[in-house]
């Protein structure tokens, strides 16, 4: 069983900066794909950020390139979300999600086997 955990949530005023952290245990964290997705109040999950096992690779909903930035440490076994530019749109549960495996539909919900319990990120205008 994988455990998965994050960090760093908070409150911010729009334009501030956030960083969320990830930890995963398991199997050795370089096997896993990980994503971001989150979830406002009424709506459906949805996809952020996603990095490959390596860090070579990553991807971002359109929402959000430019602005925030996924990275992983493989050997603290710590993947991370920088988020810039927040706006009142961000404010969500942010969940981070484990995909024990290669890199494979990875803005699909159902791609990820192990998820977070979320961290809340509230944005003020």
């Known amino acids: 069983q994988v455990q998965v955990g994050e960090s760093g949530g908070g409150s911010v005023q729009a334009g501030g900066s956030l960083r969320l952290s990830c930890g995963a245990s398991?199997?050795?964290?370089?096997?896993?794909?990980m994503g971001w997705f989150r979830q406002a109040p009424g709506k459906e999950r949805e996809f952020v950020a996603a990095i490959s096992r390596s860090g070579e690779s990553t991807y971002y909903a359109e929402s959000v390139k430019g602005r925030f930035t996924i990275s992983r440490d493989n050997a603290k076994s710590t993947v991370y979300l920088q988020m810039n530019s927040l706006k009142p749109e961000d404010t969500a549960v942010y969940y981070c999600?484990?995909?024990?495996?290669?890199?494979?539909?990875?803005?699909?919900?159902?791609?990820?086997?192990?998820w977070g319990q979320g961290t809340q990120v509230t944005v003020s205008s």
């Open positions: 398991g199997r050795t964290f370089s096997s896993y794909s």
């Open positions: 999600a484990v995909r024990d495996g290669f890199w494979h539909q990875i803005r699909r919900v159902e791609s990820y086997d192990y």
